[in-house]
């Protein structure tokens, strides 16, 4: 009969025809999976801070935690994240994310920032300053400790 084997040779073509569209390839999660270890990789993770919150609810507390990360290159890229969740490694996954995509360049001089920097918020004010020429880590406190070294600028 030759509509059955016409049928057939159509049903050939097209195992032999190429995928239209990515969804069609299969495949592409597993590129996806590599670039994101690979970005993982090259980026230094830092927790600064872990607190336990509490929301009230009718039936008592609900507990959840708060992580503060910081994520750097060491070549003057860094990013500060805040994560929120009922575990600690989902908070802390939560804070990465967020700090790699609020990622800033830092201008550097050599090892340092080029000029002091003072940033309020608030009643607060942190005051950056250049480093002196023997290259001495000032001390820092907590956050802004961890965006130095993340950034491996010396202040």
Known sequence: MPGKSDNREKNDNREERQPRNRRDRGGDRD???NRDRE???QFEERVVDIKRVAK????GRRFAFR??????????RVGIGIGKARGVPDSIRKGTD?????MVKVNLSGT???HPVVARYGGAQVLLRPAALVLA???AVGCVRCWKQQARATF
């Open 67 to 76: 992580t503060v990360v910081v994520v750097g290159d060491a070549n003057g």
């Open 98 to 102: 967020r700090a790699r995509r609020l």
């Open 112 to 114: 340092t920032i080029p």
């Open 39 to 41: 970005e993982r990789e």
């Open 137 to 139: 880590l000032l001390p």
């Open 31 to 33: 590129n996806r999976e």
């Open 56 to 59: 009230v609810i009718k039936g």
